[in-house]
């Protein structure tokens, strides 16, 4: 039953990001974010992001045991599925997917009941929109150097400090913030038993957002806490607790940056493999070339790999392994061989591959930025490293 799940939602997403693609073209990134939203939302998508519990998706069987109870958490097999369909399609329906769940499993795991049933529904609805907000100036792969500080004040909590690097910044309805309720910046206890999770709405008073762009599409920008309140019933989990909130939400999404990356990868081989098909030089088509042939079958294998070791990962997540080695393989490769596949998809297509507005070139862009966001390629060589090592 649950491979038939996943056929049928793979279906599906390949349909509305065939149907979506144009639709999206030419946009501003806050009117083509919140449109990727309204498109997923109606195609009933957005619910594959939260429990089933909470108004999400029924998994079907996808979850074989561990962690919270099957209609009490995501499947990564759904999420690797539906981010692989809608990369193939847009970098901005992927995003505006992927956003729903990782702003808002830090409530699906660590809210009260009661903040669970009020924020799920409107998640899995497209109504409300959701960011993850953990990453500082001095904080990005090291946690432990989160400086953002909530202050318990009675019954509320006083927050201050900023967030840089946050998607949804400015159009997110509700902030999953990391901040510090003990202890100083830096300390070697890396954050544990130091940092605290809290779900902030977006019309807090005192919150506002700095909006930026980067090189790919992206609704991005840093959001600023300048003595905002929030009541204790806001807070997601144990104070001291949030270290281990935001990295089980990260253990749970990661894999499915990878299967992003294979996403636009797959995209970008057809794209080449079209080009050199239709493109003459010298009396012949470019795919006459044994250079160019080699060139073809290697990024094919590359991603065949890639996809693999994803498929790998999400099957050991699903299951309730722990999963390291499985999850950091398919991070570092499938987001390393995208970014190569991507540069030789430009190169075939020659000057018009750095055209802006080409489908190449745009691939090129969206790819780059999977290599550094949750857990850079350096960083899964760590961890692969000391699981292997030590």
């Known amino acids: 039953m649950s491979e038939r799940t996943l056929d049928e939602l793979a279906a599906l997403c390949r349909e509305v990001g065939r149907t979506a693609e144009p639709l999206l073209e030419g946009l501003d990134e806050t009117s083509a974010a919140k449109k990727a939203l309204a498109i997923l939302a109606e195609a009933r998508l957005a619910r594959w992001t939260v429990p089933h519990a909470y108004g999400g998706a029924a998994l079907d069987g996808l979850l074989a045991g561990g962690g919270l109870a ?3 958490d995501v499947s990564v097999r759904a999420l690797c599925t539906a981010r692989a ?3 193939y399609r847009s970098g901005m329906l992927d995003v505006m997917f992927v956003m729903q769940g990782l702003g808002s499993y830090p409530v699906a795991r660590a809210g009260s009941e009661a903040l669970k049933r009020e924020l799920l529904p409107r998640v899995a609805s497209g109504e409300a929109i959701a960011a ?8 990005g792969s090291d946690l432990g150097g989160v400086a953002t500080r909530a202050e318990k004040r009675g019954s509320s909590w006083r927050l201050d400090g900023a967030k840089t690097f946050i998607s949804n910044a400015g159009i997110a309805s509700f902030y999953t913030v990391l901040a510090r309720t003990a202890g100083a910046p830096g300390e070697r206890d890396g954050g544990k038993g130091s940092l605290t999770m809290f779900c902030v709405p977006a019309d807090a008073r005192g919150l506002s957002t700095q909006r930026f762009e980067v090189i790919g599409p992206h609704p991005i920008g840093s959001v600023l806490f300048d003595g905002v309140e929030v009541d204790d019933g806001q807070r997601l ?3 001291g607790g949030g270290l281990d909130v935001a990295l089980g939400t990260l253990a749970r999404f990661r894999t499915s940056v990878a299967a992003a990356a294979n996403g636009f990868a797959r995209r970008a081989l057809d794209e080449s493999l079209a080009r050199l098909k239709a493109r003459k030089q010298f009396g012949k088509p470019l795919a006459a070339n044994q250079g160019l042939r080699f060139d073809v079958a290697e990024m094919d294998a590359r991603l065949r790999a890639a996809e693999l070791l994803v498929t790998e990962a999400a099957n050991a997540v699903d299951r309730g392994e722990r999963a390291v080695k499985e999850v950091a393989r398919a991070k570092l490769v499938a987001t390393e061989t995208a970014s190569w596949i991507c540069d030789r998809a430009v190169q075939h297509f020659g ?8 489908v190449v070139e745009r691939l090129f862009r969206d790819t780059r930025a999977l290599r550094i966001y949750e857990g850079t390629s350096e960083i899964q060589k760590l961890i692969l490293a000391r699981e292997l090592v030590d």
């Open 237 to 239: 989990g144990e104070v």
């Open 351 to 358: 000057g018009l591959g750095v055209k802006k507005g080409s």
């Open 85 to 87: 369909e809608l990369a």
């Open 132 to 139: 993850f907000a953990l990453t500082e100036e001095d904080a």
């Open 70 to 72: 099957n209609d009490r």
